[in-house]
C-alpha cells in the first residue's frame, strides 16, 4: 500500500508529524529527514532545506 502524499499548498487531512518524500519539480527523492507537525487544515510549506514546492506523507 502506498504512501498518501500530500503536495506543498494542500491542507493536511489530519493533525501530525509529516516529512519531506520528494520535490514536485525534480520528482527525485532527498535526504532531507526534517519532521514537521502540521495541524489538520494547516497548508503543507515547500521542503525546508531547499525551499521548493515537495510531497509530503506522514513521518
Known amino acids: 500500500m502506498a ?3 500530500y503536495k506543498t499548498g494542500e ?3 489530519e493533525s501530525g508529524k509529516f516529512k519531506v518524500d520528494s ?3 525534480s ?3 532527498i ?3 526534517t519532521k514537521i507537525d502540521m495541524e ?3 497548508q503543507f ?3 525546508p532545506s531547499s525551499n ?3 510531497y509530503w506523507v506522514k513521518a
Do not use: F, I, Q, Y
Open 3 to 5: 504512501d498518501n502524499k
Open 52 to 54: 521548493e514546492a515537495a
Open 45 to 47: 510549506p515547500p521542503s
Open 11 to 13: 491542507t493536511a487531512p
Open 31 to 33: 535526504d532531507d529527514n
Open 27 to 29: 520528482g527525485s527523492s
Open 40 to 42: 489538520k487544515g494547516e
Open 23 to 25: 520535490l514536485v519539480n
